[in-house]
């Protein structure tokens, strides 16, 4: 699975999300900013994620997704650092 084609589907899943994703052979990490994370927790947030590639990763098409999630709101608290 290529970065470009995890990052439009948690882009399509996650509407005016931004995702920016590195990796290779199936080891991948994510950057993800959207509104659907305000007011969970660091874990709700990842779930939300790890759950639209369940099937990839019991098949192993992705190994590992090292993710990041970030409302907008702290997106803009860390640009301004």
Do not use: C, W
């Amino acid at each position: 699975m290529e970065p470009i084609e995890i990052a439009r589907r948690i882009e399509k899943a996650f509407p005016g999300a931004k995702a920016d994703v590195k990796g290779a052979d199936n080891h991948y990490s994510a950057r993800i900013v959207s509104d659907r994370f305000e007011g969970k927790s660091r874990i709700e947030q990842h779930r939300m994620i790890y759950d639209l590639f369940r099937e990839e990763m019991a098949s192993q098409d992705i190994h590992a997704l090292a993710l990041r999630t970030l409302t907008p709101a702290q997106a803009d608290e860390e640009s301004n650092r």
